[in-house]
Protein backbone atom coordinates (compact mmCIF):
# COMPACT_ATOMS: atom_id res chain seq x y z
CA UNK A 1 0.00 0.00 0.00
CA UNK A 2 1.25 3.20 -0.74
CA UNK A 3 2.11 5.88 2.00
CA UNK A 4 1.68 9.54 1.71
CA UNK A 5 2.86 12.10 3.56
CA UNK A 6 2.43 15.56 2.87
CA UNK A 7 4.34 18.96 3.27
CA UNK A 8 4.06 23.16 2.18
CA UNK A 9 1.58 23.87 4.53
CA UNK A 10 1.41 26.77 6.60
CA UNK A 11 0.44 30.72 7.51
CA UNK A 12 0.05 32.64 4.39
CA UNK A 13 -1.55 36.02 3.35
CA UNK A 14 -4.48 36.84 1.19
CA UNK A 15 -3.79 37.14 -2.22
CA UNK A 16 -0.16 34.66 -1.38
CA UNK A 17 0.52 31.63 -3.16
CA UNK A 18 1.62 28.16 -1.47
CA UNK A 19 2.81 25.00 -2.68
CA UNK A 20 1.92 21.30 -0.78
CA UNK A 21 4.33 18.18 -1.55
CA UNK A 22 2.89 14.84 -1.29
CA UNK A 23 5.81 12.48 -0.81
CA UNK A 24 4.70 8.60 -1.46
CA UNK A 25 6.99 5.59 -0.14
CA UNK A 26 6.41 2.27 0.10
CA UNK A 27 5.09 1.79 -3.13
CA UNK A 28 5.12 3.75 -5.97
CA UNK A 29 1.65 5.69 -7.54
CA UNK A 30 2.73 5.31 -10.83
CA UNK A 31 -0.48 4.20 -12.77
CA UNK A 32 -2.87 5.92 -9.97
CA UNK A 33 -4.98 8.66 -9.89
CA UNK A 34 -4.20 11.44 -7.37
CA UNK A 35 -5.96 14.10 -5.33
CA UNK A 36 -5.99 16.52 -2.86
CA UNK A 37 -9.00 17.09 -0.93
CA UNK A 38 -9.38 19.76 2.25
CA UNK A 39 -11.42 19.94 5.32
CA UNK A 40 -12.37 23.08 6.52
CA UNK A 41 -13.11 23.31 10.35
CA UNK A 42 -16.45 22.41 11.45
CA UNK A 43 -17.07 20.94 7.71
CA UNK A 44 -17.18 18.62 5.42
CA UNK A 45 -14.12 17.13 3.57
CA UNK A 46 -14.20 18.17 -0.16
CA UNK A 47 -12.02 17.16 -3.43
CA UNK A 48 -9.83 20.16 -4.53
CA UNK A 49 -8.71 18.69 -7.60
CA UNK A 50 -7.51 15.14 -9.08
CA UNK A 51 -5.05 14.21 -12.00
CA UNK A 52 -5.47 11.08 -14.35
CA UNK A 53 -2.96 8.21 -13.92
CA UNK A 54 -1.14 9.53 -16.55
CA UNK A 55 -1.06 12.72 -15.81
CA UNK A 56 -3.11 13.74 -18.57
CA UNK A 57 -6.34 15.18 -17.25
CA UNK A 58 -6.82 17.47 -14.34
CA UNK A 59 -9.99 18.19 -12.54
CA UNK A 60 -10.97 21.12 -9.87
CA UNK A 61 -13.71 22.29 -8.12
CA UNK A 62 -15.61 25.68 -8.94
CA UNK A 63 -14.42 27.85 -6.24
CA UNK A 64 -10.54 26.45 -6.86
CA UNK A 65 -10.45 26.40 -10.72
CA UNK A 66 -7.85 29.11 -12.43
CA UNK A 67 -6.09 29.72 -8.57
CA UNK A 68 -4.79 26.34 -8.17
CA UNK A 69 -2.50 23.34 -10.50
CA UNK A 70 -2.35 19.43 -9.44
CA UNK A 71 0.67 17.87 -10.87
CA UNK A 72 2.65 14.92 -10.46
CA UNK A 73 6.28 13.84 -10.60
CA UNK A 74 6.28 10.15 -11.10
CA UNK A 75 10.15 9.98 -11.10
CA UNK A 76 9.80 11.64 -7.30
CA UNK A 77 6.90 10.01 -6.04
CA UNK A 78 5.75 13.57 -5.66
CA UNK A 79 2.36 15.49 -6.35
CA UNK A 80 1.88 19.14 -5.62
CA UNK A 81 -1.03 21.28 -5.28
CA UNK A 82 0.57 24.96 -5.94
CA UNK A 83 -2.29 27.27 -4.59
CA UNK A 84 -2.23 30.97 -6.01
CA UNK A 85 -4.51 33.94 -4.88
CA UNK A 86 -5.26 32.47 -1.86
CA UNK A 87 -8.27 33.80 0.25
CA UNK A 88 -9.61 32.87 3.43
CA UNK A 89 -12.27 30.53 2.85
CA UNK A 90 -8.95 28.03 1.54
CA UNK A 91 -8.18 27.80 5.06
CA UNK A 92 -8.57 23.97 5.62
CA UNK A 93 -6.27 21.08 6.38
CA UNK A 94 -5.12 19.88 3.07
CA UNK A 95 -4.74 15.92 2.30
CA UNK A 96 -3.25 13.98 -0.58
CA UNK A 97 -4.97 10.70 -1.57
CA UNK A 98 -4.09 7.92 -4.00
CA UNK A 99 -6.64 5.84 -5.92
CA UNK A 100 -7.30 2.12 -5.05
CA UNK A 101 -7.81 1.29 -8.57
CA UNK A 102 -5.40 1.70 -11.79
CA UNK A 103 -5.78 3.39 -14.96
CA UNK A 104 -8.52 6.09 -13.51
CA UNK A 105 -8.76 9.52 -15.05
CA UNK A 106 -10.52 10.96 -11.75
CA UNK A 107 -10.28 10.21 -8.25
CA UNK A 108 -13.59 9.79 -5.95
CA UNK A 109 -13.01 9.89 -2.62
CA UNK A 110 -15.15 6.65 -2.29
CA UNK A 111 -12.35 4.48 -3.77
CA UNK A 112 -9.41 6.38 -2.03
CA UNK A 113 -7.07 3.56 -1.50
CA UNK A 114 -4.33 5.78 0.53
CA UNK A 115 -4.67 9.35 2.49
CA UNK A 116 -2.19 11.45 3.91
CA UNK A 117 -1.70 12.39 7.44
CA UNK A 118 -3.03 16.02 6.67
CA UNK A 119 -1.34 19.68 6.20
CA UNK A 120 -2.86 22.87 7.45
CA UNK A 121 -3.06 25.74 5.12
CA UNK A 122 -4.31 28.70 7.21
CA UNK A 123 -5.15 32.21 4.75
CA UNK A 124 -5.06 35.24 6.96
CA UNK A 125 -3.45 38.65 7.23
Known amino acids: QVQLVESGGGLVQPGGSLRLSCVAS????????LAWFRQPPGKDREAVAT????????YYTDSVRGRFTISRDNAVNTVYLHMNSLKPEDTAVYYC??????????????????WGQGTQVTVSS
Open 26 to 33: GRTFTNYA
Open 97 to 114: AADSQLFRSKLREQTVGS
Open 51 to 58: ISWNGAAT
